[in-house]
Antibody, heavy 122, light 107 residues
Framework: QVQLQESGPGLVKPSGTLSLTCDVS?????????WSWVRQTPGKGLEWIGE???????NYNPSLRSRVTISIDKSKNQFSLKLTSVTAADTAVYYC???????????????WGQGALVTVSS | DIQMTQSPSSLSASVGDRVSITCRAS??????LNWYQQQEGKAPKVLIY???GLQSGVPSRFSGSGSGTDFTLTISSLQPEDFSTYFC?????????FGQGTKLEIK
């Protein structure tokens, strides 16, 4: 059974950097899957942040691209998110998720981590 | 970005009812459409992938249909555990985008 678990500070100061890690169990981070971050706010709903493949390839949401870095640590079977220059608008529940892809290249998020609430406040 | 619009935003129904939720994409996305269920305080869980594929372990009362720009999630006979929020999501092009959600409530 594949499980993902987010961890990281729940409070970040404005203009600071949000850092989260996702521990993966039951699957290898080097498998044929992409690994993704999604966030959720009451106002904007679900927003895809970006994804990474173990080869180092990344895709980011253009709306966040200038502030986001996703990285993978194969030795720890985990991947991470860094979001710089945060503001109150970045307050959200952050989820990590595996991207499963069908043989005809349709992808979906499964499973998801339980989510981590990150509040941006001084 | 591809905009995903769900309707209705909320829906009241009774146990045993048949309900449908629609999702419309701002451009054609073939069958690159997934449906998720999110229970209160929990992470989303995939129900339907590629418009009509039933995820393993998901009850057969859930079904999906559609292609192009118009899609439907149908629950054939509502059970108490189905009262949740449902989201559609397109994986046709980056950035992947989600619908705003449909909250299914008990009548």
């Amino acid at each position: 059974q594949v499980q993902l678990q987010e961890s990281g500070p729940g409070l970040v100061k404005p203009s600071g950097t949000l850092s989260l890690t996702c521990d993966v169990s039951g699957d290898s981070i080097s498998s044929s899957n992409w690994w993704s971050w999604v966030r959720q706010t009451p106002g904007k709903g679900l927003e895809w942040i970006g994804e990474m493949y173990h080869s180092g390839s990344t895709n980011y949401n253009p709306s966040l691209r200038s502030r986001v870095t996703i990285s993978i640590d194969k030795s720890k079977n985990q991947f991470s998110l860094k979001l710089t220059s945060v503001t109150a608008a970045d307050t959200a529940v952050y989820y990590c998720a595996r991207v499963v892809t069908s043989s005809w290249n349709v992808g979906w998020f499964d499973p998801w981590g339980q989510g981590a609430l990150v509040t941006v406040s001084s | 970005d591809i905009q995903m619009t769900q309707s209705p935003s909320s829906l009241s129904a009774s146990v045993g009812d048949r309900v449908s939720i629609t999702c419309r994409a701002s451009q054609s996305i073939s069958t690159y459409l997934n449906w998720y269920q999110q229970q209160e305080g929990k992470a989303p869980k995939v129900l339907i992938y590629a418009a009509s594929g039933l995820q393993s372990g998901v009850p057969s009362r859930f079904s999906g249909s559609g292609s192009g720009t118009d899609f439907t999630l149908t629950i054939s006979s509502l059970q108490p555990e189905d009262f949740s929020t449902y989201f559609c999501q397109q994986s046709y092009s980056i950035p992947y985008t989600f619908g705003q959600g449909t909250k299914l409530e008990i009548k």
